[in-house]
């Protein structure tokens, strides 16, 4: 006979998952179902087990395009991050005191382990909030009013800037720790990659990435206190990776037949000594300019003959069919669109073939 007493959750493992898969059961089939938050039409959850093996649930749910919470309005009804009033909801109050309050963190407890770099890692205190409000990106501020209500946390009262949003039917149906979120898509999508756990980096082979420039304007980097004559000084004594395989031209024989971009398969950058050096030495600027004998007068020609650019045909196109339903008026307009975009390789040629539509009214306004 056992006659131990269990006075921790975990000291009964099983009764734990019995009891957790039960709520969550009843959890789906209420989400499904009774349409608390709307109708779904996808529900993706996974189960995950914190350090001391409680199990705990993250449910993405998809909403039906007709019934979806689209106005912060809408949130309002569903979600709320408000302490309730103690004598209207007392059960509901005393629900929220003991799942749903943040731990007092921040200035009210410098050690909550939440406290990463002296700043609470989960963002809370939250900032007061007179209504529930969507920013431009998608994301929603929940309605936190500066009312006065307090609550007792762990001998600290703590205001609505600690309350982690919830559902309030499902909170006293559950009486469990349920945080409740509006999501938009881009989040969802990130949601979804921290759900299944994929990785969100992957190199294979090594890539490294080579920046080219222009003579002198190659980026620095600097630190917000650096002098600026040190960060001038370090910049003109430290060539960049392109100046680099310039410079690895001259002294390795090797490198003289490597692209820039097949150099690493046979040279490696020392990030000390700013140089390139053999593992297993010419292209200067001026050479770069010269394309089959032929010297072009900007590295944007040299691109252009060397094919790595693509032609001007798409602009040509553009002005060509938007010149049978508008003005000249708009033609000239757009041709000035493109030249600002300074997306067009050679804008003359592009003028040279589309100039006619552009001065189509000019005779007639001359009339
Ligand atoms: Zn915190």
Redesign the pocket.
Known sequence: MCCQIFTKLNDRPDIICKVFKIKLDELLKDLKNESIFGKPKAIVYTVEFQKCGLPHCHILLFIQQSEKTRSSHDIEQHISAEIPDEQMQPKLYKLVQKFMV??P??VLNVS?P??VNEK???F?PMAFCERTLIDNAGFPKYKRPDNGHTMNKKNVDVDNRYIVPYNAALLLKYSCHINVEYTCQTSTIKYLFKLFGFEIQFKEPNIICLPFHLPNEQNVLYEDHQLLENVIESATAKDSMFMGWMKANKEFEVACNLTFAELPSYFVWDKQGHLWRPWKQGHTFANILSVDGVAFYTYKEACYALGLLQDDKEFIDAINEASSWVSPFYIRRLFAMLLMSNNIVCPDVVWQQCWKHCADDVLYDKR
Do not use: A
């Open positions: 943040h731990d963190c921040g909550n939440c406290m609470c890692s989960k809370y």
